[in-house]
């Protein structure tokens, strides 16, 4: 995995369903390790995130990644942007965690029995060997969650993008989880990037993105902008 910083560059962005802006965002620039982005239901978090590697096309402007039009070069995008949606179930498509991350390596690794290997040795790092083999319909939100980051870090991201990844996990997993998060960026000098309504995990970033109503309300230290947040929220609470 490289250990060399990553760069997401938005400008002049605008994204719209027929008339209607979902997003716009004039210029952004994302070079920090951790990063989360918090905002209201519908704010356009997921529209955001989709942008970075091309799932979602900008109506109006460009945005690249280490200088690639996520666009006109999505595929190589797509090799350095890895995607964790918020369900699980939607990127575990073979019967076990073992196959679903084997599926992963298949363009890249020709050796079936290396594959097998590289697999195995993933799911031991995520602390999930013991999932290996079970059928992937009978884990648990959390344990699905941990193989669908498995199949993503197969992969060796430069960027890992994660969309709501705790909403399934309960208190013990999620900070594990966390925990995992922290140590890609920390050790494996991965660009994490999460949407979140959990404001625990939104806090452990260097920088934090708010988004409501499809525009960029507030962006810096994560605790101011929650803090931003949470008077927003009471605000509309009281109205
Ligand atoms: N394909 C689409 N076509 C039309 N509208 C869309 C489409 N995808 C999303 N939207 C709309 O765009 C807006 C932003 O949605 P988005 O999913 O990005 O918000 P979000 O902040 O991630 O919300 P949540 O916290 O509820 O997941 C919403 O009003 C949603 O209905």
Known sequence: MTSTSSEIRLES????????????????????????????NGGGKSTLLQLF????????????????????????????????????????VM????????????????DRAERRRLAAACLTELGIAELADRSSHELSGGQQQLAALATVLIQEPEIVVLDEPTTLLDLVNAERFTGILDQLAAQKGLQIITATHDLQLAARAE?????????????????TVIETYRSMAAQRAAR
Not at 95 to 110: A, F, G, I, K
Request: hydrophobic share 35%.
């Open 13 to 40: 962005v605008r994204v719209l369903a027929g008339e209607r802006e979902l997003l716009a965002v004039p210029s952004l620039e994302l070079t920090e390790r951790r990063i989360s982005v918090i905002g209201p």
């Open 53 to 92: 590697n091309g799932l979602t096309e900008p109506t109006e402007g460009w945005v690249t990644v280490r200088g690639l039009d996520t666009i006109d070069q999505g595929r190589q995008v797509r090799r350095r942007v890895g995607f964790v949606f918020s369900n699980p179930a939607a990127q575990l």
């Open 95 to 110: 019967p076990t965690p073992q196959e679903d991350v084997e599926l992963s390596l298949q363009r890249t690794v020709r």
């Open 207 to 223: 920088r934090c993105l708010l988004i409501d109503s499809g525009a960029l309300h507030s962006d810096g230290a994560p605790e």
